[in-house]
């Protein structure tokens, strides 16, 4: 006879909420040991509710900022000053069109839809990267975006290859393959205007100093002020954090402003032989929380261009969805 003595409720509990709890310790254990053995969670495995929360925010927000990300380049592209220079950053942008794609997919396997993802970046509610929400002024920017802010970005992302997530981390090698193309053709076009004229020289020294502070703030608040960092990094979504990702980016970064040739704009940059690294002045916070406020100085218009763009695109997802019931119907009436 079928029978869970071993497992009866003590009397005056509800017996399904206690089977629950105890299939519930079960899956947790589970899921704590792939997570200890350095595993990968999958997107059909249990997992805890706030582990999902997490992704669905982190990845979310990595997407929506793939996609504010084409806004500043794209800016340029009709104004490429060569034929060579407009190819690749066509393909540039059409790159981070593609990784803003992947990366709703591995969103949408944690059960939330594309269209309440859009809803919350197109209303103002959702996160993307702060470094977006400045302004590109001149052709410089371009080669600054490509090699300080992707610089920063591989940075950040590599780790993130071996997020315990499957979907994420798959994801993610494809994406840091592009960037570091990315990197690579905004350090060529630099190193191309400082072999130039003085005035293209001026450009690369103007455009990297507006650009260094808010790039070093794209790593995310100090540690200590990082409410996220302790349990992303105990789920191993988060590798490395955010103010060693920050270090070690600062020091890749001086030996190339040295080939290149320009000044990073801090004084207090000096190479510390204690620790091995290099030592850098003191990010203005304020200005980094302002901006995550809405009030940087591209927030409105970013947001404005990337909610037109998507109802100027309505006619697209309309006939996508009209073709796709059409095959649907066609291969109903085969099948019949
Ligand atoms: N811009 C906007 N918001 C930021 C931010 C930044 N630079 N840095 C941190 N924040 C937000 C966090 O999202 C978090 O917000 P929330 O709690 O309301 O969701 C809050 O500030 C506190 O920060 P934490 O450090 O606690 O947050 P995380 O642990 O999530 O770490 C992160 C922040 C390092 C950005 C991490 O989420 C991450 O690694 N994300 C994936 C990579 C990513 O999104 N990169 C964005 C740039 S992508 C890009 O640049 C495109 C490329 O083509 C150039």
């Known amino acids: 006879m079928y029978t869970q003595s071993l497992d009866q409720a003590p009397v005056g509990t509800d017996t399904n909420n206690a089977i629950d709890i105890h299939q519930d310790a079960a899956k947790q254990a589970a899921f704590d040991a792939v997570i200890d053995a350095d595993g990968k969670i999958e997107a059909q495995d249990w997992m805890p509710a706030a582990y999902r929360k997490t992704l669905v925010r982190q990845i979310s927000q990595h997407a929506h900022s793939e996609v504010v990300g084409m806004l500043p380049e794209g800016n340029w592209i009709s104004r490429a000053p060569s034929l060579k220079r407009k190819a690749i950053l ?3 942008v059409q790159d981070e069109a593609g990784h803003g794609l992947y990366l709703y997919s591995a969103a949408e396997t944690l059960g939330t839809g594309r269209d309440e993802l859009l809803d919350a970046l197109h209303s103002g509610r959702a996160k993307y990267s702060s470094i977006f929400n400045y302004p590109t002024l001149s052709w410089a920017d371009v080669g600054v975006i490509g090699w300080l802010v992707d610089g920063a970005a591989i940075m950040n992302q590599v780790p993130l290859c071996r997020c315990s997530y499957g979907p994420y981390a798959r994801a993610m090698i494809r ?13 060529d076009a630099l190193l191309a205007m400082m072999q130039g004229t003085e005035a293209q020289r001026a450009m690369v020294q103007e455009s990297v100093n507006r650009w260094w502070w808010p790039v070093l703030m794209m790593f995310g608040p100090p540690d200590a002020d990082s409410p996220n960092s302790a349990q992303g990094m105990r789920w191993g979504i988060k590798r490395i ?42 990010i203005n916070w ?3 929380q302002d901006v995550l406020a809405g009030k940087g100085p591209c927030n409105t218009e970013r947001l404005a261009t990337r909610v037109k763009a998507h109802q100027d695109g309505q006619w697209v997802r309309d006939a996508a969805a009209a073709y796709a019931r059409k095959q649907a119907a066609k291969q109903q009436r085969q099948a019949a």
């Open 286 to 288: 304020q200005e980094f």
């Open 175 to 187: 994406v840091c393959k592009e960037e570091s193309f990315h990197q690579r053709q905004g350090f």
């Open 90 to 92: 066509l393909a540039k």
């Open 241 to 282: 954090s955010n103010d060693d990702l920050r270090q070690k980016f600062i020091d890749a970064t001086v030996a190339q402003a040295e080939t290149l040739g320009v000044t990073l704009p801090d004084p207090d940059l000096t190479w510390n032989e204690a620790t091995g690294h290099y030592d850098f002045g003191t």
